[in-house]
């Protein structure tokens, strides 16, 4: 499959997102302001969750919107007085993203994979040319968001990260696979949750949309500890919940036993294994830049249950790669 190639190519990805930050800003005069508004749809919506929150970290605020919502309903969001509208799109050719760059009157910047009509419209285009077949995003994600977030620290006059540690610390996640196979195959669940707070939320957020688009499966994704208010009732024999966190402490030790007590099983991504039966051991990076870690494991237990489903995860039904109107 197309899909699986393309999330081996994580590593691969990080290369390319550094070259195109480095040609970006050898050939741009060019700083992130500080408040900056970020829309996407799908996946691309789901990276722009995390990039806002790194804006906001690194001394300046960010906030992000689905491309629709900014176009129609944008009055019920504390939108603020954003200086950039940044649009991420693979494809550079989802309606509603070339749409939302007329939103506002602001300065416009693309992210994307290719000279398209969304880069050609912007005012400023980073292109990351982690192209890929599947109608899925996988590592042009990764590519994605760690170009920008290269652009980010630069812009803020911070040490941006060794590209080639980055490289090798997602090569180290890459060996996991076999693990995550065997996780996937051993353990038939009927639903899996996905729980991550602050940066690792919206990569919970992008395992349920990768669970759905590759696997067709059921999944959900919440704040942590808020799975507890109510959610948590659906948890039984048949579910895993799969707990994204860097560094656990007592609460994620007794949120795992309580699962445990609803014969859930739990699967720990990340630094120690808080008491789960499954342990996925990601290698120690300081966020914002974690989050590429997480995402291989994540895109391969998705891959991993479309596959034991006997679907194709390049082409999923009723999914198209670029979505038009
Ligand atoms: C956005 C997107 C993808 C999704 C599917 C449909 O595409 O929603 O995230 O996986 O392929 O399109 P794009 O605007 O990033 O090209």
């Known amino acids: ?38 829309t996407g749809c799908g ?3 789901f990276l722009s969750q995390p990039l806002a929150m790194a804006t906001t970290r690194l001394a300046g605020r960010g906030f992000s919107a689905p491309c629709s919502e900014l176009l129609y309903s944008r009055e019920w969001y504390p939108i603020g007085r954003p200086e950039l509208l940044v649009a ?6 989802t309606t509603e993203a070339i749409k939302a760059l007329d939103a506002l009157n602001v300065p416009r910047f693309a992210l994307t994979a290719y000279e398209s009509t969304l880069s050609k419209k912007a005012d400023y285009a980073l292109i990351v040319p982690a ?6 995003m996988t590592h042009s994600f990764t ?29 180290e996640v890459l060996g996991r696979e076999e693990h995550i196979r065997e996780i996937v195959n051993g ?39 808020e799975v507890r208010h109510g959610f948590k009732s659906i948890a039984d024999g048949g579910t895993l919940v799969v707990l994204l966190v860097d560094e656990p402490f007592k609460w994620h030790e007794k949120l795992t036993k309580e699962f445990q007590g609803q014969k859930a099983r739990v699967l720990t991504v990340g ?35 479309a596959v034991e489903r006997g679907l194709n995860p390049d082409r999923p039904r009723f999914l198209s790669k670029v979505v038009t109107w």
Do not use: C
């Open 1 to 38: 499959h197309a899909t699986l190639r393309e999330i081996r190519r994580n590593p691969e990805g990080i290369l390319i997102a550094q070259r195109a930050f480095e040609e970006f800003v050898t050939s741009h005069d060019f700083r992130l302001p500080r408040e900056v508004l970020y």
């Open 43 to 45: 996946s691309s919506h």
């Open 88 to 93: 991420i799109s693979r494809s550079g050719e």
């Open 131 to 136: 192209t890929e077949e599947s109608v899925v």
């Open 143 to 171: 590519a994605f968001y760690f170009a920008f977030i290269q652009l980010l620290l630069h812009s803020r006059g911070l040490e941006t990260y060794d590209a080639g540690l980055v490289k090798s610390l997602t090569e």
């Open 187 to 225: 353990f038939d669940f009927r639903n899996v949750i996905f729980l991550g707070s602050g940066i690792l939320y919206p990569v919970a957020l992008e395992a349920m949309l990768k669970m759905k688009e590759m696997a067709l499966f059921w999944s959900e994704a919440y704040q942590t500890f």
């Open 271 to 305: 630094r120690h294994d808080a008491g789960a039966d499954y342990f996925i051991e990601v290698p120690g990076l300081s966020p914002p830049a974690n989050v590429v870690l997480y995402l291989p494991v994540i895109q391969f237990l998705a891959y991993y249950k």
